[in-house]
């Protein structure tokens, strides 16, 4: 059998991936197909982290503008992961994938909070573990939460799963027709050509931390499974070029 490319990953999905179709609250049978693939993953003895947005539930900034005080809106935004997280560990608990919810908030009640050393015995003994409520401060996107949780449970990858998006273009693809698609590209092209894949401060920690990042659409069945042996799916953003160069 062919040997994984990374064996310890953090899945990075947005909320609006388990909103369906209609693109606002938690539709179930979504989460539970999803459940299903990251199973099929787990399955084969891949270490799996995930963090979920909030988008589906709330959104901190236009809430801002309207408004309301940010550090307020943004704190609901993180509330907003926790219920993603719950509902996806519950779905996954329900394929037989022992799961933990941490969050960066405390809330003993229905999750453990977050440390780091415990997360990463639970990655060791074959548990997915959710991280929720963001970084636990205001102004950090869930984005930025991804990069700083992979760095420190020291994950190969950030799979970035995007909804009906296959990587990273030039343009937009589903507005200007001759938009080419990356296959690769570094962490510095992506801030230096403004490519919003992610936000500065995420890209900036993924890049000085060495992460990979893999950008690839989830709406495919079998994409997780694709990117985590290596196949040419998506768009694969690392330092590597650089390194090369030196």
Do not use: C
Request: hydrophobic share 40%.
């Amino acid at each position: 059998m062919v040997a994984p490319k990374y064996k310890r990953i953090l899945i990075k999905l947005s909320g609006e991936a388990l909103a369906g179709e209609k693109g606002i609250g938690i539709n179930i049978s979504t989460v539970q197909k999803m459940a299903e693939e990251i199973k099929e993953v787990h399955d084969l003895g891949i270490e799996i982290a995930l963090v979920i947005g909030g988008g589906n539930l709330w959104r901190g900034e236009p809430a801002a503008e309207a408004g309301m005080d940010r550090v307020q809106a943004d704190y609901t935004g993180m509330l907003g992961t926790v219920m993603n997280a719950l509902v996806m560990a519950d779905s996954l608990q329900q394929v037989g994938v022992d799961t933990r919810v941490q969050t960066a908030i405390a809330m003993q009640q229905v999750a453990e909070p977050y440390i780091r050393r415990r997360a990463i015995r639970h990655l060791e003994k074959g548990r997915v573990v959710i991280f929720g409520a963001g970084v636990g401060s205001p102004y950090f996107s869930t984005d930025t939460t991804a990069a700083l949780r992979a760095a420190e449970i020291e994950a190969d990858a950030i799979l970035m799963a995007k909804n009906g998006v296959d990587g990273v273009y030039n343009a937009d693809p589903k507005k200007d027709k001759t938009a080419v698609k990356f296959d690769e590209l570094t962490h510095r092209d992506v801030i230096n050509k403004g490519l919003r894949i992610m936000d500065s401060t995420a890209s900036t920690l993924s890049m000085d931390n060495d992460i990979d990042l893999v950008v690839f659409n989830m709406n495919e069945p079998g994409n997780i499974k694709r990117v985590v042996f290596g196949e040419q799916i998506g768009t694969t953003v690392s330092n590597n070029v650089e390194k090369e160069e030196e």
